[in-house]
C-alpha cells in the first residue's frame, strides 16, 4: 500500500527507448512501480506530458518528466541504493554520473528522429 513514506510509483515507457534507464533504476534501487505502455500519439498521454516523450514518471500525484528528474527521484526515493551523484565522494565522480544521467535523453531523441527519416522515398 502506498504511503507518504512509500508512495504509489507509475512509471510510462516505450520499448527500444530511454525509459529503459529509469526502469534499471527503479530495479536497482528495489523499488516496485507500475510500468505502463506510453501511447505517446495520445491524447491521454499528451495530458500527463506535453511534450510527448517517456519517461514519465508519477510518485504519487506528482507527475516528474525528463530523464535527469526522473533518475533524480528515483535516486531521492531509495538513498541507500547510491544511485545519486550527490552521495558520491569527489567532484570527478559527480561530473562523470551526471554525465551519464544528461546523456541518455538527447541520445534517444536522435535516434528516434533518425529512425524516423524516410530515406528511400
Known sequence: MASARNPELKLWFS???CSFVPHVALCEAGLKAE???AEVGAKEFKSLNPKGRVPVLAIGDDIITEMSA????ISSLAPEAH??????????SRIRVA???VYHCPCAIIRER???REIHK
Open 114 to 116: 533518425l529512425e524516423n
Open 70 to 73: 526522473v533518475l533524480t527521484g
Open 99 to 101: 554525465e551519464l544521467f
Open 35 to 37: 510500468l505502463i505502455l
Open 15 to 17: 520499448p527500444r527507448a
Open 83 to 92: 544511485l545519486s551523484w550527490t552521495k558520491l565522494i569527489g567532484d570527478y
